[in-house]
């Protein structure tokens, strides 16, 4: 905790007090343009690796960054991307995942989390994403973890499909889905080519 209670005062001191106009418009209203689903991976930063600042990302994390298929169940994920999407008018939805996942490992091998029963419901959301990787190899391991983790990217990005918000602004032109993958070690972020049908470097995509 100390090191948290430095930093609200640095902030306060040195980030606040150079950005008072900011802040002050932020206080008012929000209008980001990209909702950025990723992991709750303590690795992961959006802002640092996106370099963005406060107000342009509507941000939402959780274990595998996971999008649950619409159902008339109320969830936390599925109301933020109804509010982003429907209030907020985000223009972009990126979904990202990162290497080294212990939460993709974990789907890839079930048996390591059957006493938690509430993480192995919620990586159920990811089994037709280990199911594709488990055809193609038959047996999974530790070498297939970046595989598992671009085919639940993609599996997540369907499952935003199905909610009715993100389809009709889809369907009308002003809403745009991004798979991206962000690798750790070296600071690289991969994005899904729909023509080319793979993650490419983000330079090449764009």
């Known amino acids: 905790m100390d090191k948290l209670i430095t930093g609200v005062k640095a902030f306060q001191e040195n980030i606040y007090s150079n950005n008072k106009e900011l802040f002050k418009e932020l206080a ?17 930063d959006p802002n640092l690796i996106t370099q963005t600042q406060p107000g342009d990302l509507f ?17 936390g994920i599925t109301s933020s ?39 192995s419901n919620w990586l159920s959301l990811c089994s037709a994403a280990q199911a594709k990787v488990r055809g193609r190899h038959k047996t999974i391991g530790d070498q297939h973890l970046l595989e598992m983790t671009e085919e639940n990217v993609l599996l997540q990005l369907k499952h935003l499909e199905t909610h009715p918000s993100v389809a009709e602004k889809m369907a009308a ?3 745009e889905l991004h798979g991206w993958v962000y690798g750790i070690a ?12 793979a993650f490419t470097p983000i330079a090449d995509r764009y």
């Not at 980001?32 to 709750?40: G, H, K, N």
Request: aromatic share 4%; hydrophobic share 35%.
């Open 28 to 44: 008012e209203r929000q209008a980001p343009e990209v909702l950025f689903i990723t992991c709750s991976d303590s690795r992961i």
């Open 59 to 75: 941000i939402c994390r959780n274990a595998g960054n996971i999008v649950p298929p619409h159902s008339n169940a109320t969830g």
């Open 81 to 119: 991307i109804e509010y982003a999407v429907s209030v907020l008018k985000v223009r972009h939805v990126v979904i990202c995942g990162h290497t080294g996942c212990g939460v993709m490992s974990a789907a890839m091998n079930p048996d390591t989390i059957k006493e938690l029963p509430h993480v």
């Open 173 to 175: 032109g002003t809403l």
């Open 186 to 197: 070296d600071g690289s972020v991969e994005c899904y080519d729909p023509e080319q049908k």
